[in-house]
């Protein structure tokens, strides 16, 4: 097993052994990225969305590709939380990394009961609150954009976690996102994941109709990146670095520099999504890449560069 | 952390052979895979596929680009695309490289747009082998075959397969298009309307022509056409199978006629996907299970099904 001391970061009381974490929705179980890759080296995992119930997801098509990027109306298609725990959860305890699970709901009580029950297992290092799916009629986003309702369901959540570090993943498609990351905040959130994808559409103009299923979806890759790096510095310079609360960064980001963009700008770890689609082992390839800036650089930890943006 | 696992799938090197146009929009590509690849697709079952990162292949000259394409080709690349293929050639004697696969495309979009320009020597990153083939039954005497359109590399993989794997097999090939234009195969005109598609031909595959408008062959669907066939040529339901690839419609029919005459039967279906690899769970199947139904994965759990359990999608 190769570690690189330079890239062990602290996240909200886990020590990560890089900063790199796979982005929910985008690495199953982990069990397909464990073909591609060593995945003790990520920082941690996150899994896709867990619900109470089992939830089927949106019919196809669920995808479409647009210019250097992609919509996504998956609809939180999961097993529920009695097969997660049953079949997944023995999986993810043989996995030498971090686990995030994250948490979806219709409502605030649907999403204690899921962390209420998962925050007993030793499987489980800490929780993503997922207040911003736009591609599901109740929940998600609906939580996602009021920051009264991401106080409530914050703190609620909060509450049931016992010792492990609550997540809470924003939404880009509010007005002011610095807003809703200090609700969070205000709430107990431990850290800030973002951004989730930008709610958008593609419109076959033959038939004149959306070409997804769901008509909108969640615009993801690197058409997002530079406004996802301007969120996160924004978040970082008014809301989590005075309040020591460390940012999960993502959107767009495919290459080392695209990851370092992200750190420089305030974020603590990168998430990595929509790239491992096209490279499963992007991940690798961005570890291995920090690693050699950092020795170029005479860094000798990665977190010396967390919001050093002039 | 050792995974213990046995990878059985992975991303590897393919350099082009050649890349040749049968017929309007209809190409072949010849790729040799690299030791990895070749590894990867030693046993590989016909009906498993891949995916191919087109995004660093340039647009060929605009003449070149058919001109209803020439506005949406501009779109760049970012995904993989999927291909299955139309035959794997898996050379013993030879160490190393030793795995050849053809695909059949056509040109409809960006990517295959982009595909036109690969020459001879390119090279291309492939995701693969993936999802789950065609299963060959134990004991089976005869297959039925049915493709339709752009379905039919997969299905002529598998015939290749039964060839050569399977001699005692009786092997019969129905296939659809909309007109004569469209078949993706290399074409010799024979008899009055007679068809031959030599891909077939070769390998001493009898193959049965239908076209939507009557321009070949059979006057309609092809599964009317398998029907017909059935109906005047019983078979053993017990050693025989149909496999079939194609449009969902064309599926779903022969998923009809197969459960008609009490014959299993085995189709692959397509999706848009991203990944190819259970990830982004897009390319879901609706399959019924118990009184209900949930979705499967196209990239895992297919893209081959057995044709009872899927809900098709008709319009």
Redesign the interface.
Known sequence: ?EQNSNLKVDFAGLTLASPVITAS????YA??????M???RLGAITT?SISLEPR??N????????????L?A?GL?NMGLQRFQDEIIPVLQS??TKIFVNLAGKTIDEYVKVAQTLAHSDAIDGFELNISCPNVKKGGITFGTDPKLIKEITSAVKDVCLSKPLMVKLTPTVTDISMTAAAAVEAGADALSLVNTFTAMVIDVQKRKPVLANRTGGLS??AIKPIAVYLVNKVYNEVARDAGIPILGMGGIRTVSDALEFIIAGATAVGIG?A??????TTKNIIDGLATYCKNEGISNITELIGCLE | ?E?E?A?????FEAEVLSNQQIRQCYYRLNLQFDAKGSRLFENVAPGQFSEL?L?NVSLPETSMIPIHLRDTSA??????RPFSFSDIVVSPLTEGCCVKAEILYCVLGPATVRMMSLKCDDRI?V?GPLGKGFMVPDGLKQAILVAGGMGSPPVLHLANHLKQHHPDCEVIAFVGAKSIESFPFTVRIGNAKNLVLEEFERIGIPSHIATDDGSAGYHGFVTDNVRHWLENNPVDPASSAVFACGPEPMLAGTARVAKDFNLPCQVSME?????G????????VEVKKNSD???QLCCKNGPVFNAEDVVF?EE
């Open positions: 097993m929705g985008t690495c199953g069990d397909e990225l464990a073909e591609f060593d995945v003790s896709k089927k997801g019919p196809t098509p669920r995808i479409v590709e647009t210019n250097s990027g992609m996504n998956i298609a996995l030498d890759g690197p929509t491992t689609f096209v490279y499963p082992d | 952390m995974n696992k990878v059985n799938k992975g991303i990162d995004s779109k760049q690349i970012l995904l993989r990153s995701l999706r848009m996907m991203a990944c690899i259970g990830l982004c769970q897009s390319c879901a139904t949930e979705y999608e």
